[in-house]
């Protein structure tokens, strides 16, 4: 008999969970009442094991590095699947920071990094400057990582989109209120922030980010850059059609999408320009507020909530890195399979006795 399968959410993670399922023979029907509404439409797109690696989550290094090792044979896979782009961009990524204690930041995250046992390279300014021309004068030196790459999230979910409608998988415009009373086998949970509303353990973590946009001919920053400024984070996402992502305040204010825009807008933009000031001659073209879903740790949910249903949530800032391997363990589960993830993601963690 083949297993029916509904999955709560479609978000890019959603969608791939109901893609790679479908690629096992289920029978999949996915509900959003607005698909791409999401984290998806925010993110920025870094496939990032090192440079997002965080003290304290050390136990998520090794699924961001499978994800992100698994992202150019997942992107070539679902091209072929969907007919459609998704902007994989295959350039490293560089950290670098300007002042004394940016720089002194910059040496903390590289203990990290080396912790990782990733690949990357101490670079002094002159190297740093000569891996990306756009670099301000002012970068004393910084580090740069080889395996640390971006892809297109917008083009990512419209792929998706394409790739599950040809695989026959039905997308229905509907809000779920209560995942009990779907007809299916098997449920996957991955509405995100959505998820908080079937009881998860999930928070919203706000984020603004900017999209801008070069010129034709003007040059963008052939590296991912990243950066201390001033003891504050930035990140620079070019892709190869023009568009400039800035990113991102991280902040907790509940599903607050205008208060401190403002502010925000301002320090975004006075951080990357300080770090590439080619950024100041751009258009800009968005101003988008979004929201990462968190549980208490910050590590995402991933395994079986009861006999039928499946937690496919809290990606935190990783959503977009971890859509392969999140894709390929959750339906591996919905499958009948036995969980290859870390206990450490286990969705039941957070129970009384547990
Ligand atoms: N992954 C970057 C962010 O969440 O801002």
Not at 61 to 71: C, G, N, R, T
Not at 216 to 236: D, L, M
Request: hydrophobic content about 45%.
């Amino acid at each position: 008999m083949v297993m029916r399968l509904a999955v709560v959410g479609a978000g890019s993670i959603g969608l791939a969970v109901a893609w790679r399922a479908a690629g096992r023979g289920a029978d999949v029907t996915v509900y959003d009442p607005d698909p791409g509404s999401g984290a998806s439409r925010v993110a920025a797109g870094m496939l990032a094991a090192v440079t997002e690696a965080q003290f304290g989550e050390e136990e998520l290094l090794p699924l961001m590095a499978e994800s992100v090792d698994a992202w150019p044979a997942f992107a070539e896979k679902l091209e072929d699947a969907s007919g459609a782009a998704v902007g994989y961009r295959d350039v490293p990524t560089l950290m670098v920071g300007l002042d004394d204690g940016d720089r002194a930041e910059i040496d903390r995250q590289a203990s990290l990094y080396r912790s990782s046992g990733r690949a990357f390279e101490a670079l002094n300014g002159r190297a740093s400057r000569k891996a990306e021309p756009l670099l301000t004068h002012r970068t004393r030196g910084g580090v740069l990582v080889p395996g640390d790459h971006a892809v297109d999230p917008r083009a990512l979910h419209a792929a998706l989109l394409a790739a599950v409608e040809r695989a026959g998988v039905r997308i229905r415009a509907e809000r779920v209120d209560d995942p009990a009373s779907l007809d299916a086998d098997q449920v996957v949970l991955a509405a995100g922030c959505g998820s908080a509303a079937f009881g998860l353990p999930i928070r919203p973590v706000r984020g603004a980010v900017l999209r801008l946009r070069a010129a034709p001919g003007q040059p963008v920053p052939r590296t991912t850059v990243r950066g201390w400024v001033q003891g504050h984070p930035v990140y620079v996402v070019a892709r190869d059609n023009g568009e400039v992502v800035v990113g991102a305040t991280s902040d907790e204010r509940g599903f607050d999408p205008t208060t401190g825009t403002a502010g925000a807008v301002h320090d975004l933009l006075r951080r990357s320009i300080d770090l590439v000031p080619e950024i100041a001659e751009y258009h800009l073209d968005e101003v988008t507020v979004g929201f990462r879903p968190a549980a208490p740790d910050n590590l995402p949910l991933l395994g079986r909530l009861d006999e039928r249903t499946i937690a496919a949530t809290g990606h935190y800032r990783h959503g977009i890195a971890l859509v392969p391997a999140t894709a390929e363990h959750i339906a591996a589960l919905t499958a009948g399979e036995a969980s290859a993830v870390h206990e450490a993601f286990d969705p039941l963690r957070f129970e009384e006795g547990s």
